[in-house]
C-alpha cells in the first residue's frame, strides 16, 4: 500500500509542479499596467557572464504604466539597455545616466487577442502535461503486484478525480488571465 501511496503523491506533485508552471507563464504575459516580472527573465552580459536583470539592478514599478531600472554599478546601464532591446520585449529603454525607464504603452486590441491567445496556449500545455502525468500515474499503477484489482481502480478513480481537478484549475486560471488581457 505505501507504493500505491507513494504512486498518487507524485502524480498530485506533478500536476502542482504543472499549475506553478502555468502561473509562472502568466506572469511573463502582460496585462496592460507594468511588472517587475515582465523584465525578470532578461539577461544582461555582466563582467563577461549572463546575469538575471534583477541580480545587476534594482527593478521597480513607480506607476501602472513604467517599469524603473537603477543599476547597483552604473557601468552596467548600457549593458542592461542592450539586453532589453535584445529581449525583444517590445520596450524601449530610456536612460538618464543613472536609471532606465521603460513606458508600458497601452495594448492594442488586436495585441490583446494575441496575448489571450497565448495564455490560452499555456493553458493547453499545461492540461497536457497534468494527462501526461495521469497516463504515468495508471502505468505506475499496472506494474504493482500484489494489490487487488479494486484498489487498483479507485487508485485509478482517484487519479482521475485529481486530473479533472487540476484541469479544471487550469481553465478558472486561463479564465481569470484572460479577463484580466481584454479589460481596457
Not at 159 to 165: E, F, L, R, S, V
Request: aromatic share 4%; glycine share 4%.
Amino acid at each position: 500500500m505505501e507504493e500505491l501511496d507513494l504512486i498518487l503523491e507524485s502524480v498530485k506533485q506533478d500536476m502542482d509542479a504543472a499549475v506553478k508552471h502555468l502561473d509562472h507563464a502568466f506572469q511573463r504575459i502582460r496585462a496592460g499596467r507594468a511588472s517587475t516580472s515582465m523584465v525578470q527573465d532578461v539577461m544582461v552580459e555582466y563582467y563577461g557572464s549572463l546575469t538575471p536583470i534583477n541580480q545587476v539592478a534594482n527593478v521597480s514599478v513607480p506607476d501602472a504604466m513604467t517599469i524603473s531600472i537603477q543599476p547597483w554599478d552604473r557601468s552596467a546601464i548600457n549593458a542592461i539597455e542592450k539586453a532589453i532591446i535584445n529581449s525583444n520585449l517590445g520596450f524601449a529603454p530610456s536612460n538618464n545616466g543613472e536609471n532606465i525607464i521603460l513606458n508600458v504603452p497601452p495594448l492594442t486590441e488586436e495585441r490583446r487577442k494575441e496575448l489571450a491567445k497565448q495564455a490560452k496556449g499555456e493553458a493547453e500545455d499545461t492540461k497536457i502535461v497534468v494527462r501526461n502525468a495521469r497516463q504515468n500515474g495508471i502505468k505506475e499503477l499496472k506494474k504493482l503486484e500484489g494489490v487487488s484489482e479494486d484498489i487498483i481502480k479507485d487508485s485509478e478513480a482517484t487519479i482521475q478525480d485529481y486530473t479533472d481537478k487540476y484541469v479544471k484549475i487550469c481553465d478558472d486560471h486561463l479564465k481569470s488571465k484572460e479577463a484580466e488581457i481584454m479589460k481596457v
